[in-house]
């Protein structure tokens, strides 16, 4: 029955949006333009929804495992085998067999069975093994299940040890928070979309072409990079958001993921380390960076955590542009049109980038011209 549930509500494949507009308006703006209001797609946040239980649910037999063996027998070489040997290599292939059996083809539903449950799993089976969970989540094995199946970082309150629990006040803060971030979001797409996100014309000239980095230096393609981040910024903030408010409705209280951090962060470090993605900054130091620093420099484990975040990023593409056995000809080729293959080494490289320019703060961030 279950399984026939399941192929009822992802019968609809949601690859392109077939939604018409519930009333349109015109905007007196070079000869008018014409903008519609969508309601939300129903099919879409009930997959959703559907897929995040579904991660719930792997992370609390994850979770049984990591419990019994690792955490109680931590330091043992048996710990590292079923961490390195079992629980690790679950976490990178449950999201193909999700994507796969389910048959997902939305890419915003794609990078939700890869980039939330699963590689904060990955990453809290470190912490375990290494003993840097957070103070509570290994008191009891329920409260080490609470904590990896959740996809957001629970509050532990620090005299009990337990999940705090959200007040009322806080939960109808949080969902206003989602639902606003959902309007800018839908506001955001409507006046760039059109463009592709490009709103800013780059010509390309014979230097460009024969020194690719001129390119990067162009005022325009700064500028349409600066759309892509604060997309990108609204997408996680506002679905981050959502995953918020749903734990605060469940009773349990959870830490913010975003902290508008294009536009008032002050520094690198205080951009990737207390405003950007915190939830995914949070594992990536306790199951990268302290377990490293345990036997290396600082300036190590800080690389050793941005190469981990960069080989993530390029694992979620091959997932998100998974595909599937039926768009597959008899030679193993692509034949959908919905195919994209991308160019994998480029995130690596941004973040190999950033960890260059949190070192250069570190070392010169403290002289007087840096000083504002």
């Known amino acids: 029955m279950a399984q026939t549930l399941l192929h009822e509500i992802f019968s609809a494949k949601l690859e392109s949006d077939h939604r018409l507009p519930i009333f349109r308006f015109e905007v007196p703006y070079d ?7 969508l309601a939300p797609e129903v099919l879409f946040w009930t997959q959703l929804i559907c897929i995040m239980l579904i991660e719930a649910a792997f992370g609390c037999i994850i979770s049984a495992l990591v419990y019994n063996q690792i955490v109680r027998r931590r330091g043992s070489t048996s710990s590292f085998l079923v961490g390195y040997g079992i629980v690790i290599p679950a976490c990178l292939l449950f999201p193909y067999y999700l994507i796969a059996t389910l048959d997902l083809r939305n890419k915003i539903l794609k ?10 799993t990955l990453f809290r089976c470190m912490e375990a093994m290494y003993g840097f969970s957070p103070p509570g989540t290994e008191k009891t094995s329920k409260q080490h299940m609470i904590y990896s199946a959740s996809a957001m970082e629970i509050c532990f309150d620090p005299k009990t040890g337990r999940p705090a629990p959200a007040k009322l ?3 109808l803060q949080r969902l206003m928070h989602f639902m606003k971030y959902i309007v800018i979001l839908g506001l955001y797409k409507s006046a760039f979309a059109p463009y592709g996100y490009e709103p800013f014309h ?6 460009s ?8 230096l162009n005022v325009s393609h700064m500028g349409n990079n600066l759309i892509a981040a604060i997309l990108l910024q609204l997408y996680l903030t506002a679905f981050c958001g959502g995953l918020i408010a749903l734990t605060h409705l469940a009773g349990i209280k959870v830490n913010d993921v975003m902290k508008n951090p294009l536009f008032e962060s002050t520094s690198p470090s205080e951009f990737w380390g207390k405003r950007w993605n915190i939830l995914v900054n949070g594992v990536l130091k306790r199951g990268v960076f302290k377990p490293v620093r345990q036997y290396c ?11 981990a975040s960069g080989l993530f990023h390029e ?8 595909v599937h056995s039926h768009e597959k000809d008899g030679d193993g080729n692509c034949i959908s049109s919905s195919c ?13 980038w950033n960890a260059g320019i949190i070192a250069m703060e570190h070392y010169i961030g403290g002289l007087y011209l840096f000083q504002w």
């Open 31 to 37: 000869g008018g333009v014409t903008y519609g209001v």
């Open 111 to 120: 990078f939700a069975a890869s980039a939330i449950v699963p590689n904060l």
């Open 169 to 171: 006040s806080d939960t």
């Open 202 to 207: 780059e010509q390309i000239s014979d230097d």
């Open 209 to 216: 072409m024969q020194r690719p980095w001129y390119r990067y």
């Open 297 to 307: 420099s600082k300036p190590i484990a800080a690389l050793a955590t941005f190469v």
């Open 315 to 322: 694992w979620i593409l091959t997932a998100v542009f998974f």
């Open 340 to 352: 994209y293959h991308p160019a994998y080494g480029y995130n690596l490289a941004f973040f190999l």
